[in-house]
T-cell receptor, first 114, second 112 residues
Framework: NAGVTQTPKFQVLKTGQSMTLQCAQD?????MYWYRQDPGMGLRLIYY???????DKGEVPNGYNVSRLNKREFSLRLESAAPSQTSVYFC?????????????FGQGTRLTVV | AQSVSQHNHHVILSEAASLELGCNYS??????LFWYVQYPGQHLQLLLK??????LVKGIKGFEAEFIKSKFSFNLRKPSVQWSDTAEYFC??????????FGRGTSLIVHP
């Protein structure tokens, strides 16, 4: 059972570079999420996709874009990386159907922008 | 919009001590409540969840939590902690939108 698969696990970028974080889930979940985790701040929602074909901003969307490629895949793009985007990024998914909206997480991407 | 408040940011205990981590949420409707654990260098894993029914829920590794609707609380407890419980603990809530909202987390260090 793969669950939620996220790549890459580590990345170092220079300021101004771009990159895409990939996420795929094999649980047939409708909803997918991107969070960033910073010390003392918990997990903050960047963007989410409630269903295939829809995306919406979360709490901290500035500097990011997303694509819900199909039901399985949800990518996060940094067009021009900034040091403030140094963080650990987690992709997650859930469903409103049985057994309920428990979120499943990927392994995380540790991103450093220098 | 929903929100979650965790009162203890850092907790240090000795093995065998009892643990209680506070969590309060803000949401006017029906909620689903969760506690997640994040071991060092790992992703978040579900400890326990409350959807409905018995407000005292039991999770993995001897953890339990009690939903008190009148206090908007969902505190996590464990009678006797172990060194392996050293981790960060997150309380989370979903409301009508089913989007998980997380608290800021509590860092627990258990000394052997």
């Amino acid at each position: 059972n793969a669950g939620v698969t996220q790549t890459p696990k580590f990345q170092v970028l220079k300021t101004g570079q771009s990159m895409t974080l990939q996420c795929a889930q094999d649980m047939n979940h409708n909803s997918m999420y991107w969070y960033r985790q910073d010390p003392g701040m918990g997990l903050r929602l960047i963007y989410y996709s409630a269903s295939e074909g829809t995306t919406d901003k979360g709490e901290v969307p500035n500097g990011y874009n997303v694509s819900r490629l199909n039901k399985r895949e949800f990518s996060l793009r940094l067009e021009s990386a900034a040091p403030s985007q140094t963080s650990v990024y987690f992709c997650a998914s859930n469903t409103i159907e049985v057994p309920g909206p428990e979120a499943f997480f990927g392994q995380g991407t540790r991103l450093t922008v220098v | 919009a929903q929100s979650v408040s965790q009162h203890n940011h850092h907790v240090i205990l000795s093995e065998a001590a009892s643990l209680e981590l506070g969590c309060n949420y803000s949401y006017g409707g029906t909620v689903n409540l969760f506690w997640y654990v994040q071991y060092p260098g790992q992703h978040l894993q579900l400890l326990l969840k409350y959807f409905s029914g018995d407000p005292l829920v039991k999770g993995i590794k001897g953890f339990e939590a009690e939903f008190i609707k009148s206090k908007f609380s969902f505190n996590l407890r464990k009678p006797s902690v172990q060194w392996s419980d050293t981790a960060e603990y997150f309380c989370a809530v979903t409301g009508g939108s089913y989007i998980p909202t997380f608290g800021r987390g509590t860092s627990l260090i258990v000394h052997p």
